[in-house]
C-alpha cells in the first residue's frame, strides 16, 4: 500500500509543474520533458528502461524534475528474485554546458525501483550530449536490492533435506554501465 501511495504523490507533483509551466510563462524557466530508453548492463544486472522525465529547465543550464518509467530485466538480481519488470522512480539532474544546438550535459539520477513484492535504491550518473531533440548519454549506475533467499537444510552426508528452507535476508549491490538514447521536448 506504501508504494501505491508514493506513485500517486509522484504523478500529482509531476502534474503539478505541468500545471504550473503552462499557466506562467517565464523567459528563464521553462517545462522540459525527455523520453529516454536504456540498456543497463553490468554485475549481477541487465535490463532495459523506458523513462519519463519530466522538469523545469532554468535558464537554458539546468534541469531539475522527476523520471518516472518501465523496465525489463533480463537477467540478473531482479529476474532471479523479484520477477522481471519493475517501476523506475527518479530525481533527476541536469547541468548543460553550452546552449545550442549541440549541447553536452551531466546527468545525475537517485531513486528507486518498485519491484513486485519489494523496493530497491538506483542511483546513476551519466555524460552525454543533446542535438537538437536528441539525447545520447552513457554512464554508470549503481543499485540496492535485498531480498529473501531461501535455503534448504541437509543432514550430514545426505542428499535428502531435513525439515523446510530456511529464509535468509540478503542485500546484493549490482553496479555497471547504462547506455540511454532519447528524444527531449
Known sequence: MNIFKLIVVVLLTGLCFQSHAQEKQSPTISYALFIEDAFLGGINHVSIEKTVFNGININNTHV??????????????????????????YLNYRCYFKKGIFSPYLNFSVGGMVLSEKEAWSSTLTAGFRKHKFTLSSGVFFHAYQYKYYVSRFADYSALPVGGAESKLTWEFPFGFILKLGVAF
Open 64 to 89: 531539475v524534475g522527476i523520471s518516472m518509467g518501465f523496465g525489463l530485466g533480463m537477467a540478473g538480481v531482479i529476474v532471479n528474485n523479484a520477477g522481471i519488470a519493475y517501476c523506475p522512480m
